[in-house]
């Protein structure tokens, strides 16, 4: 740790805050519901003026913008690197402000800032920040969501005893828009395919309206299916994919759950993606897959079901 007296906290959306409670590194986290660059409370889109004037109103006007300054927090972040972000470190009076040029702009206000680099995973830019600190440590390009022994006692139950010769595979359908997601009907038939086998146990992971995405069929072996959509808290999300051999997931938090895990995986990709490759540059984890178009070589569809099984099993066995 190369500063082992600093006071560090993080401003995040109350919607990802239980992510990152236990984190020992941390001293404090601060709500931060900032209305941009998010799917969770913009309302418009990025560029547009209502999306400048919501911004421009929390900055100025909010109460959480107003506590954050009353913190007097020296040296600030903005891992994005937005013109917003670096406007509200200006607000709060943070006077070493930090964040990335050639993104979404604000690199003008801030005192120090890193380059983007569409080839470059996001773990990694976020950690070139460290140098620009003063630091010289090393750290593992993955999240890292520190569970209780008790949230995984009550995952491990979830899943049943575990045998030797059954995989238990997460399957999450949910994605932040249609286009973004491989499709229901996909990931239907190869819930299909994976039953056909006895040898794997599956939980389908996700939101409420998740739930019916996976049509399940009366050929279905229900004792070795579970639907967990709309059932489990985040936490409790994370959890069941710490105790998983595989998952199966659009590009959406359940790729991220089991890049912290290091959880086997394949995310596979919606009709918005036009490269599998530049979206393993840079969202990928080294013990996992992307599947999706390859439009730059003439590859225009996304991932069929048996390519996602004959992927599956290639990485299931070596």
Known sequence: MSYPNCHIAIGVGDWAKPLLEHNPH?????????????????????NSPRTFLRGLSYILFSQQANN???????????????????WLMLRTGIKSRFGVKGYAGGDRWCEQFVNFDE?????KAATAFLPLLGADQTVESRPQIFL????????????????????RIVIAPGGGFPEKCWGNERFTELTRLL??????????????????????HSSFDSKRIQNFCGSLDLRKSAALVSEADFVF?????????????QVPSIT????????????????GYIEGDILGKETIIGKNRTASVNEAHACFVNLLHN
């Open 26 to 46: 941390l001293n404090e986290l601060i709500s931060c519901n900032a209305p941009w660059h998010n799917k969770q409370n913009c309302s418009f889109p990025a």
């Open 68 to 86: 954050l300054k009353k913190k007097r927090f020296t040296h600030g972040i903005d891992v994005l690197g937005s013109r917003q972000g670096a």
């Open 119 to 123: 080839n470059r995973h996001v773990a």
């Open 148 to 167: 209780t022994n008790k949230e995984k006692e009550d995952a491990r139950r979830l899943w049943g005893a575990k045998s030797s010769t059954c995989k």
């Open 195 to 216: 039953l056909q086998e006895e040898k794997y146990q599956i939980c389908i992971l996700g939101s409420q309206e998740d739930r019916d995405r996976i049509k399940t």
């Open 249 to 261: 997931t659009n590009s959406s938090l359940s790729m991220h759950l089991a890049g912290a895990f």
């Open 268 to 283: 596979l990709l919606g009709e918005c993606y036009d490269s599998a490759k530049l979206h393993e540059k840079q969202w």
